[in-house]
């Protein structure tokens, strides 16, 4: 037996045609030229908020637990410690780095 997957024939598209995938990029892109990035921030802060009066904090709180047992399910409870841990390694990074800049920097 092979050891690799067959591949999805493409299909040729008709000419001028393209796939859902491909219009959606375009459109994004034609968003994002005639508004800005930061559009996209100002309807995702829109949404929030609507989210928010139509469905409560508690919803938040619903989709967050949601989400944690996916994610515990998907890569077990030690993944939490693992990540924490790499978490708390790069803060104590930044600190260190921060100190030695400042150390370096002269004082008036």
């Given at each position: ?24 990029k ?8 005639r508004?800005?990035?930061g ?9 929030g908020?609507?989210t ?18 996916v ?6 409870s030690d ?9 708390g390694q ?11 800049i400042?150390?370096?920097k002269?004082?008036?």
């Open positions: 037996m092979d050891d690799q997957s067959p591949k999805k024939a493409r299909t040729p598209k008709p000419e001028g045609e393209m796939s859902v995938r491909e219009a959606g375009k459109g994004g892109d034609t968003v994002r030229e508004y800005g990035s559009f996209y921030e100002q309807i995702g802060r829109k949404g908020q609507a928010r009066e139509r469905h409560g904090a508690a919803f938040y709180e619903q989709i967050g637990q949601k989400g944690g047992r994610v515990k399910d998907k890569y077990g993944f939490y410690e693992e990540i924490g841990h790499k978490g790069k803060v104590k990074q930044l600190i260190a780095e921060a100190k030695k400042a150390e370096e002269p004082t008036s």
